[in-house]
């Protein structure tokens, strides 16, 4: 259980110093967003925010990241304690002011079982990788304020076991372009 404890905080080192090394590269014509996930500050007690950079008039690249405050005894929370998911949106149409987006994903996560959720030999955490997919739209005003919708799903490839099967990509975002 050591080793695990020591190689997430190893993972999210490393995540941590490349999320700032992303930050820091030039910015070019590119513009760039940055949000947070009120839905989950709200409702969750955890914090999702996401930094995305626009590619063009219907692409985008950006990373979110997810820390879970929320108390393992609560009766509604998410399962996962960490999760990084980088992401590629493309737009599919757009109503009005609203882009409507289909996003690809990938979920590096982090958690602990539940212990009635555990066999015997089973480890109570986990890291594992989900790829998914997820819908949304996003409104963007004409000085820069985002507000942002998504909801998807991605399934853990490798530790299945003691690992939840899916990972869910749920938000509401509201942030600022520039």
Avoid: C, W
Wanted: aromatic share 14%.
């Amino acid at each position: 259980m050591l080793d695990n404890i020591e190689n997430s905080t190893l993972l999210m080192k490393k995540i941590a110093t490349l999320l700032l090394f992303a930050l820091t590269l030039p910015i070019a014509a590119q513009k760039n967003e940055i949000k947070i996930d009120v839905f989950d500050v709200i409702a969750l007690k955890s914090v999702d925010a996401t930094f995305e950079r626009i590619i063009n008039f219907e692409s985008s690249v950006g990373v979110s990241i997810l820390f879970n405050f929320e108390k393992e005894s609560s009766s509604f929370r998410y399962n996962e304690e960490f999760v990084l998911t980088p992401y590629y949106r493309q737009v599919l149409f757009s109503r009005g002011n609203i882009d409507y987006f289909g996003e690809f994903f990938g979920a590096i996560n982090t958690g602990k079982v539940p212990i009635e959720d555990l066999e015997i030999g089973d480890d109570d955490t986990y890291t594992d990788f989900a790829l998914g997919l997820s819908f949304g739209g996003k409104y963007v005003s004409s000085s820069g304020f985002v507000a942002d919708f998504h909801i998807g799903v991605g399934r853990n490839l490798f530790n299945t076991n003691p690992s939840p099967e899916v990972v869910p990509r749920v938000g509401i975002a509201l942030g600022k372009q520039f």
